[in-house]
């Protein structure tokens, strides 16, 4: 894993010479490459391949959301997870939407910072447990299910779908190849989405909408 080539997107040089510094000290091969804001990192990542990507929030020019939405447009396999000197919850969730992997606040130290990055190399959604639960409760909150306008993402639908046909995370994980963590989180987010209480609603919601 030390071998990932990194790049900090961040307007302030002191949080990016942070993440650089302590990056350093966790014996990484490649050294951390910085970009100021999203302009400059869309650019680098047209010319240069990165592995992971710490991306600021809130950001001048273009936020780190939309510079999200662009870098992973150019590239589906990238690790991108969000950060933040706050955690808005509403930003957040435009965050994941846009397809980052993870979110966390920037006083992470360094072994969090470590487990951070093995976690989502490995597959995983990474999140704070402080907002994890308000993040999911938050997402079903503004999301309509009255009628037909919850858009799920490809992913979604494939695991609502495995759910729906009774194969647990374990076997959704593999079918899938993707992390456990990864599956029991899209579940939860998809009991919440849908204001299921078990698989059977599950089922009939996605019925209902011509899901299955």
Not at 94 to 108: P, Q, V, W, Y
């Amino acid at each position: 894993m030390n071998h990932l080539k990194i790049l900090v997107v961040d307007d302030h040089p002191l949080i990016r010479k942070g993440f650089e510094s302590i990056l350093k000290g966790l014996n990484f091969d490649t050294p951390s490459v910085n970009a100021s804001d999203g302009f400059e990192a869309i650019a680098l990542m047209k010319t240069k391949k990165f592995d992971f990507v710490f991306m600021d929030i809130h950001m001048p020019k273009m936020s780190g959301i939309e510079a999200t939405k662009e870098i992973r447009a150019l590239d589906k396999s990238i690790k991108i997870v969000g950060i933040s000197a706050y955690s808005e919850i509403d930003l957040i969730s435009k965050l994941f939407k846009a397809g980052a992997n993870g979110f966390t606040d920037k006083t992470i130290d360094s072994k969090e910072l470590y487990q951070l990055i093995q976690s989502v190399y490995s597959g995983n959604i990474y999140l704070p447990k402080s907002i994890k639960d308000e993040l999911l409760e938050f997402d079903a909150k503004h999301t309509s299910t009255s009628n037909a306008e919850i858009k799920f993402t490809l992913k979604q639908k494939n695991i609502l779908n495995l759910i729906c046909n009774q194969f647990s995370s374990k076997e959704i994980a593999l079918i899938l190849n993707i992390a456990n963590k990864t599956v029991e989180w899209h579940r939860a987010n998809l009991f919440k989405l849908t204001n299921s209480k078990n698989v059977a609603g599950l089922i009939k919601y996605a019925f209902k909408k011509g899901i299955l």
